[in-house]
């Protein structure tokens, strides 16, 4: 069986920060660049945007792979039902 993810709410908060630090970070660093220096500390609404969106897309890509792994385990109990079939 595959492992589960395991976490306890002072372990996830830690988590959210960090991640959302990161975000922060990385935004400013890539407003500033496309936008010349200073710009990301201008427009507070534009770095919001771009943490949602880096959230948003983090949320998709773990919601799919725990789609993924649902189609794989229902696969094999179609496989394994099917295997149980044929026998009778």
Do not use: W
């Amino acid at each position: 069986m595959k492992r589960m993810v395991r976490c306890d709410s002072p372990t996830a908060m830690d988590q959210a920060d960090a991640t959302v630090n990161i975000y922060f970070t990385r935004a400013i660093q890539h407003i500033d660049h496309a936008f010349g220096a200073g710009y990301a500390r201008e427009q507070p609404r534009l770095v919001s945007a771009f943490i949602a969106a880096c959230a948003s897309d983090l949320n998709t890509s773990l919601i799919t792979k725990a789609l993924e792994d649902i189609g794989e385990a229902v696969a094999m109990c179609a496989d394994a039902l099917n295997g149980q079939r044929k026998r009778l």
